[in-house]
C-alpha cells in the first residue's frame, strides 16, 4: 500500500523529445514557402484597403457635390425668389407688372 502511495505521487517526466515534421522548431526556418496562400492574403489585403480608399473617395466627392449643388440652388433662389414673389403679387392683387 505504502508502495502505491508512493508511485501515484510520482510525477512523471518527459524524457524523449517530440518533433513535428512539418513544423520548424527554434533557429529552423522553412525551405517551402506556400504562395498559394500568401498570394490570398495579398489579394484579400489589396482588395479590402482598395474598397476602403474607394468609398472613402466616392463619399468625399458627393461631400463636395453636394456643397457644390446646395451653393448654386442657393445662389439661384436668392436671385429668382424675390421677383417670383413680386411677380405673383402683383397678378394676384391685379396691378400691371409694367408699372413701376
Do not use: C, W
Request: charged share 25%; aromatic share 4%.
Amino acid at each position: 500500500m505504502a508502495n502505491e502511495a508512493a508511485s501515484q505521487k510520482d510525477i512523471p517526466v518527459l524524457t524523449d523529445v517530440i518533433t513535428d515534421e512539418e513544423t520548424p522548431g527554434i533557429g529552423e526556418t522553412t525551405t517551402s514557402v506556400d504562395y498559394a496562400s500568401l498570394i490570398a492574403e495579398l489579394q484579400t489585403q489589396l482588395a479590402s484597403n482598395a474598397y476602403a480608399l474607394t468609398e472613402q473617395l466616392i463619399h468625399n466627392a458627393f461631400a463636395e457635390m453636394e456643397a457644390t449643388l446646395f451653393a448654386q440652388i442657393s445662389a439661384r433662389l436668392r436671385e429668382e425668389l424675390p421677383e417670383l414673389i413680386d411677380r405673383i403679387l402683383r397678378e394676384h392683387l391685379g396691378e400691371d407688372p409694367e408699372e413701376p
